[in-house]
């Protein structure tokens, strides 16, 4: 019973990532897209490019043992 519900809980840490993966995924395209229009717009390249770091995802679950 406890394995099954380890493995369950798992299952949803896993999606949360994915979804949040997917999610970050997203907003960069987004950003690119406006730094192409922007680029298109004045012909010129941007200067400063931000880096999100992603590896900061903290679980409950490893915490406890």
Known sequence: ?????YLFYLEKVCEKI?????HFI???LCKLETEE???AKIGSIPT???????????????EAY
């Open 26 to 28: 997203e907003q960069g």
């Open 18 to 22: 994915y979804f949040k993966e997917y």
């Open 1 to 5: 019973m406890v394995a099954s519900t």
């Open 48 to 62: 400063v490019v931000e880096m999100t770091d992603t590896l900061g995802v903290e679980s409950p679950i490893f």
């Open 37 to 39: 229009a922007e680029v």
